[in-house]
């Protein structure tokens, strides 16, 4: 299986290429898309992030400042805005309060860790988690999402469950732990499945038949 994947890996690179994800000129800002992006599109995190950056908001201090209703002005366009709001107060929160405002602190934390922390933060599920792990801290942890649940089921590459921890582990017990590597084929999935894994499968021009 490692094999294999590693081979899906290679053409789905040729296809797409580099997918430089996650966006975000600062940790920070991939750290608030992370949890931004629930529940909506990535087009809609971007206008919300421009207007925190317009603003000056997007440091932990700022962000820890700021009175809940200006947050939610500003991050109406990623919808669920309230909630959005106190989700990210609540790990503005930790960070300020317990790593001194510094994410370089939250960085030198171990991977394990840095997950217990987070997913005991409310608000925070375990996708949004790695995500955070991953894209924002370098930490080598493969994020599962409903795109790679539809990539394995498509591809015949997984038996179940098709539950979080027991895909992650699929991925992370058959693939080196390389931060790149996971960075990039997760990206390279999502790439797969707005293209050609849709709701009426595109099967017949994949770049992957026959794998």
């Not at 599962?144 to 539809?150: E, G």
């Not at 991925?171 to 707005?194: K, R, T, W």
């Amino acid at each position: 299986m490692r094999q294999r994947l590693l081979k899906i890996f290679d053409i789905l690179l040729e296809t797409f290429g580099k997918r430089h994800w996650w966006p975000g000129e600062t940790a920070l800002e991939v750290i608030v898309g992370a949890v931004l992006t629930q529940n909506t599109s990535w087009k809609n995190v971007e206008k919300a992030i421009t207007s925190l950056r317009s603003a000056g908001l997007l440091s932990v201090d700022r962000l820890y400042e700021v009175e809940d209703a200006v947050l939610a002005r500003h991050i109406r366009s990623s919808g669920y805005y309230n909630l959005k709001t106190a989700r990210l107060k609540n790990i503005v929160k930790v960070i300020h309060d317990e790593y001194m405002s510094s994410i370089e602190h939250l960085r030198n934390n171990g991977t394990s860790d840095l997950r217990e922390k987070l997913l005991d933060i409310k608000g925070i599920g375990e996708e949004t988690a790695d995500s955070i792990l991953l894209y924002a801290l370098d930490k080598p942890v493969f994020v599962i999402d409903a795109y790679t649940k539809r990539f394995l089921a498509n591809h015949g590459l997984y038996g179940g469950p098709y539950r979080y921890g027991d895909m992650q582990a699929f991925f992370m017990g058959n693939l080196p732990s390389d931060i790149y590597l996971f960075n990039e084929y997760h990206a390279l999935i999502v790439a797969l499945c707005q293209g050609y894994c849709l709701k009426s499968p595109r099967c017949g021009e994949c770049p992957l038949k026959g794998q």
